[in-house]
């Protein structure tokens, strides 16, 4: 029998069966960080884009999760400083996404299937998730929080992606605004899409520990908004990237702190 939505919120909300590893991207050519299971053959991946001015050490917590539930997940450190090329960043992840699919990780007994990879995203670092998937024909499925608009801009972009989008807004963001923003991103979206607005939530709110660039923008961390988006972002890229249907009625369910805002196969079903 199916899971209730409510149970496979619970259950994607915890950690995962892998143990999971912590690698350096910086010893293939890249700085940044990649979190995988211990082991795993044809695994999928995603690549992750930090918000405007965070180090990717703010989102361990979230690229571990994935790991611990059999998804590599790395995040370049790169375009850090105030005026961030969007452009590159892009490029940048999508150099990810071919550095760890090439390349064994690990002790050698972890590989990557390039037919199962996604990308994902904060504030700039998800509009920046969104230009990598409009010049990228292998992905899978793009997952953003706080999603911000990015030169060239993010919503013509997303008029070129045909895979899967799941975004999800901040109801007290006032740094990156769901209306311009993720609502605008998600309605100009070419495939699939579906746009949730979390509630209580604010700009940095999926962020962990503490930074100075909390002084400058809006919010902190808030343990119950990751806790949506690590089961969220679960279920987005199992479903999406493994072709599991397990998940599915999560993703097509309102659930406490993250309606449903915009979901065109919903309305149309």
């Known amino acids: 029998m199916a899971s209730k939505p ?12 892998h143990e999971v590893l912590r690698g350096n991207l910086a010893l293939a050519g890249l700085p940044g960080v990649v979190f995988t299971p211990r082991s795993g053959l044809g ?7 930090h918000g405007w001015l965070q180090p990717p050490g703010r989102y361990h917590g979230l690229l571990s999760h994935l790991a611990s539930w059999g998804i590599v997940a790395a995040a370049p450190a790169t ?3 105030p005026l961030p090329s969007h452009r590159l960043f892009a490029a940048d992840l999508r150099g990810t996404l071919d550095i760890i699919s090439g390349v064994r990780l690990g002790p050698g007994n972890i590989s990557i299937d390039p037919a199962k990879l996604g990308l994902a995203g904060h504030s700039v670092g ?3 998730a969104v230009l990598a998937a409009a010049d990228a024909e292998n992905i899978k499925g793009v997952a953003t929080f706080a999603a911000a608009q990015t030169l060239p801009p993010a919503t013509e972009a997303a008029q070129r992606v045909k895979a899967p989008g799941l975004h999800l807004a901040a109801e007290g963001d ?5 209306v311009g923003n993720a609502e605008a ?14 509630d209580k939530s604010s700009h ?13 923008l809006q919010g902190k961390p808030q343990h119950a908004t990751q806790r ?14 493994t072709g599991t249907g397990k998940y599915r009625p999560l993703l097509e369910a309102d659930v406490k702190r993250a309606a449903i805002e915009f979901d065109p196969s919903l309305a149309a079903a």
């Open 6 to 17: 409510k149970e496979l919120l619970d259950e994607l909300s915890h950690r995962g069966s």
């Open 43 to 49: 695994l999928p991946a995603i690549a992750f884009g």
């Open 79 to 81: 375009q850090r400083g």
């Open 126 to 128: 998800g509009g920046a």
């Open 174 to 178: 006032l740094v990156a605004p769901a």
């Open 185 to 198: 991103i998600a309605k100009a979206w070419a495939g699939p899409v579906q746009l949730r607005l979390l």
């Open 204 to 216: 940095l709110a999926v962020t962990e520990g503490s930074h100075w660039s909390q002084r400058l």
């Open 228 to 241: 949506l988006v690590k089961a969220l972002f679960t279920a987005f890229f199992l479903t999406h990237l």
